[in-house]
C-alpha cells in the first residue's frame, strides 16, 4: 500500500463525518427557519397568552391591563424575540433528533439504550419548568411586585368625611402611582421566569445521566450539597432579575430537584449493584479494604 493510498483510507471517514454533520446542521437551520418564521407570523396570540398572568393580577387588583411602547422600536423587537424563542422551541425536537442521528451510529445498543431516555426527558422538564414558572411562579411574583403600589397609596385619619360640597376624601382619590409597564420590559421578565426555570429543570437530567455514566455518585452528592446551595443561588443571580424574591424563587424551587437527583443517582447505583452482582463481577470496597488491613496486621 503506498503513501498515498493510506492517507487516503485514513482521511476518507473524517470527510464522511464532516459531510453528515453539515447535512445535519442545514437540516437544523432550515427547521428553525420555518419555525422562526411561523412563530414571528403568529407573535400577536403569543404575547397575549404571555401577558395574561399580569392582567389577571391586574383585573384582580381593579387595574386595567395595559402596556406602553416607550421606544418607536419596540414593538418590532418583541415580535423578532417572540419569533426566536418560539422558532427556538418548535425547531428543538428536530434539532434533538438530527443531534441523535449524528451520535448515534457510534453508540453502542446499550448506551443508545441508556442515553434515548434523558433525550427524551429533557424537553419534557423543560416544558415542566416553564409551565411551573408560568401557572405558579407568575402570577404570585405580579402580586408580590404590584403590592408595592399601596405603599404610595394616601392614608386618611379615622372618620374623616367630606365636608358639603367638598372634594371626595383622599382615601378615594387614585395615589398616582399604578403600573404602567413597558412591553419589551415585561416580555424581557417574563420570558427570563419562563427560561430560567425552564433551563433549571434540567438538573435532575444532567445529574442523573452523569450517574448512569458513573461520572457522579449519591455520596458525592450528598457531599456537595453545601457548595451546590452556593451554586444555585449563584445561577438564580444570573438568570433572574436582579432582585433578592425572584433569586429566592427560583432557589425554593430548584433545590429540591437537586435532592431528587441524588434518590435518581442511588437508584442507578442500586441496579448496577445488582447486575454486577448477578454477573459475579461486583467488588465490595469495604471487604478489600478489611482484606488489606488484615494483611499489613
Request: glycine share 8%.
Amino acid at each position: 500500500m503506498t503513501k498515498e493510498n493510506t492517507i487516503n483510507d485514513s482521511s476518507a471517514p473524517l470527510i464522511e463525518h464532516l459531510t453528515e454533520l453539515r447535512n445535519r446542521i442545514l437540516y437544523s437551520v432550515a427547521a428553525f427557519t420555518v419555525a422562526f418564521l411561523f412563530a414571528w407570523i403568529f407573535w400577536k396570540p403569543v404575547f397575549e397568552l404571555l401577558k395574561a398572568p399580569l392582567c389577571n393580577t391586574l383585573l384582580a387588583r381593579g387595574q386595567e391591563c395595559q402596556l406602553v411602547l416607550i421606544k418607536m422600536q419596540e414593538g418590532f423587537f418583541v415580535s423578532m424575540k417572540i419569533g426566536l424563542w418560539g422558532g427556538f422551541g418548535l425547531a428543538f425536537p428536530i434539532i434533538a433528533y438530527q443531534l441523535w442521528r449524528f451520535v448515534a451510529p457510534g453508540l453502542y445498543r446499550s448506551e443508545k439504550a441508556a442515553f434515548l431516555p434523558f433525550l427524551i426527558a429533557s424537553p419534557v422538564m423543560f416544558v415542566l419548568g416553564g409551565a411551573v414558572a408560568y401557572f405558579l411562579i407568575l402570577p404570585w411574583a405580579f402580586q408580590f411586585f404590584l403590592s408595592f403600589q399601596d405603599s404610595f397609596a394616601p392614608t386618611v385619619e379615622a372618620g374623616a368625611t367630606a365636608a358639603p360640597g367638598a372634594a371626595t376624601p383622599a382615601a378615594a382619590v387614585p395615589s398616582g402611582i399604578v403600573f404602567n409597564g413597558s412591553m419589551e420590559s415585561y416580555l424581557s421578565l417574563t420570558m427570563s421566569f419562563v427560561m430560567a426555570f425552564g433551563i433549571c429543570f434540567q438538573l435532575p437530567v444532567l445529574l442523573a445521566l452523569m450517574g448512569r455514566a458513573g461520572l457522579a455518585s449519591s455520596r458525592g452528592l450528598k457531599a456537595m450539597r453545601k457548595y451546590a446551595v452556593v451554586g444555585i443561588l449563584a445561577v438564580a443571580a444570573m438568570v433572574t432579575p436582579p432582585d433578592v424574591m425572584s433569586q429566592l424563587i427560583l432557589f425554593a424551587v430548584i433545590y429540591p430537584l437537586y435532592e431528587v437527583s441524588i434518590l435518581l443517582v442511588g437508584r442507578f447505583e442500586r441496579q448496577r449493584e445488582a447486575q454486577m452482582r448477578a454477573d459475579g463481577t461486583w467488588v465490595d470496597i469495604d471487604d478489600d479494604d478489611e482484606v488489606e488491613a488484615d494483611g499489613k496486621a
